[in-house]
Each structure stands twice: as C-alpha cells, then as structure tokens.
C-alpha cells in the first residue's frame, strides 16, 4: 500500500467509526504527517477508480471535495466514476505539425494541440463548420485553464445531497461560440474511466451562471467533453 493509500485508509476507518464520514484538511494534514505523506493536498484527489484504497473498493465508497477545506466519503463508486465507452467512430484527420506540438506532454498541451489544430471545433460544430477571420465576435473564443471558487449544490442516487460551498474549481479549457459553451478535461494515456466531477462540476458553473448572473439567459446549450491523447506506434518490418 502507497503513503496516499495509507493516509485515506486511516481517515476512511476514523470515519466509519464515528459513521461520520465528512472530514477536513486538518485531519488530512494530521494524518499525512503521521504515515509520511509529503503532499496532503494531493491525498484526496483521486482521478480514477483503480487509484483508490482497498479497504474504498471493498466497501464500495469514493471521495468528493465539498469546499472550504471539507471532504466527504461517498457510498457507491459508480456515482463518482464513468466508465469510458467504446468508441463509436473514428475520424482520419490530415494532422498539420506545428513546432511545440509534442514540446511537452502535459495534459494542457494536449487541449492546446487539438484546438490549434481545429479537431475540438470539428467535433462541436461539424465538418461544414467555417469561422469569420476577420470579426472576431463571429468566431469561436478560447478561455484557457483557469481556477474559480463557487458554490452550489446538487443531488444524485437516493438521498445523496452534496452541497458544495467555496469548492474551487479547475477548468481546463472552455470554447464558447454563439451561446454554445464546451469544458474540457484532458489526459494523457487510454484510462478506463473518469472522476464524474471533472466535467460535471465546471459544467454545473456555467450553468448556475445562465440562471443566476449578468449573463442570464445568454447560454444555449453546455458540452462536457474528455480529451484522452495515445500515440501509436506502428511496427516496422
């Protein structure tokens, strides 16, 4: 068992004795320090159901950020997780290499390249899909990644509220063009499923925003999307 295992380990059977199962950073850090943990931010980010403890799967419980310092235990890790599908159909796309395309591999790059190279704009708006060059305001805007804090709240399953107060948020990319919005979440790799909250808490921002804000009204439609990037490698004879 890893030190991140260990730390949430301990936390979860704090939890379940007390049958509380919201608890805080302080406990976090206090734990952390006690198994030897180095970075207790990053002990309860879990982006992929095969990274949590033994002791979450066999119980069937995953962790939720609630905001303000506070985590909860959630029962039922299909809640929290997806399952990716099989994809459906596959697109053969003239790539055009632009110099710091694979400069790096960070999992912004990832969103950087497939925007430069218009496969995002190609999978929102279509094959026919053209933009105005010149005016601005009839194209498609990029608001790169960016953190936030909001607060709302939501249910899911039978009986599980979530209320989510000062969470901050980290949005990896968003695409706006006449009132369709699109967040993005990007990875590296082929994972076989996805924290729900990636996607559904930057989508739930926005679309608080076209209820309660300056912009009421003004957003049409909001897709959460997953960008995964895997680089083939063809065998040679």
């Known amino acids: 068992m890893n030190k991140k295992s260990e730390v949430l380990t301990?936390?979860?059977?704090?939890?379940?004795?007390?049958?509380?199962?919201?608890?805080?950073?302080?406990?976090?850090?206090?734990?952390?320090k006690?198994?030897?943990f180095g970075n207790p931010f990053d002990a309860t980010k879990i982006d992929n159901?095969?990274?949590?403890?033994?002791?979450?799967?066999?119980?069937d419980f995953a962790v939720i950020h609630l905001g303000s310092g506070k985590h909860k235990f959630i029962k039922?890790?299909?809640k929290i997780y997806h399952d990716f599908e099989p994809i459906q159909k596959t697109v053969n796309w003239e790539y055009k290499?632009?110099?710091?395309n694979q400069y790096n591999t960070s999992e912004s790059n990832i969103l950087s390249v497939a925007n430069n190279q218009r496969i995002?704009?190609?999978?929102?708006?279509?094959?026919?899909?053209e933009f105005d060059l010149v005016d601005i305001t009839k194209r498609p805007k990029t608001y790169f990644p960016h953190r936030t804090?909001?607060?709302?709240?939501?249910?899911?399953?039978?009986?599980?509220?979530?209320?989510?107060?000062?969470?901050?948020?980290?949005?990896?990319?968003t695409i706006e063009f006449k009132g369709t919005i699109a967040v993005f979440e990007g990875k590296n790799g082929k994972p076989d499923n996805f924290a729900v909250y990636q996607i559904y808490h930057p989508f739930l921002y926005y679309y608080h925003a076209n209820e309660h804000s300056d912009i009421k009204g003004k957003i049409k439609e909001i897709f959460g999307i997953y960008v995964v990037k895997t680089i083939e490698k063809k065998l040679q004879i």
């Open 34 to 36: 006690k198994v030897g």
């Open 49 to 59: 159901k095969s990274k949590l403890p033994e002791i979450l799967l066999e119980n």
């Open 76 to 78: 039922g890790i299909d």
């Open 120 to 129: 995002l704009h190609n999978f929102l708006f279509g094959n026919d899909f």
């Open 10 to 32: 301990e936390i979860f059977l704090k939890c379940q004795k007390t049958k509380n199962y919201v608890f805080d950073n302080e406990l976090v850090r206090d734990v952390s």
């Open 97 to 100: 290499k632009s110099i710091l």
């Open 149 to 173: 804090k909001t607060s709302f709240k939501y249910n899911f399953g039978k009986g599980v509220s979530i209320n989510l107060d000062n969470i901050q948020l980290e949005i990896d990319l």
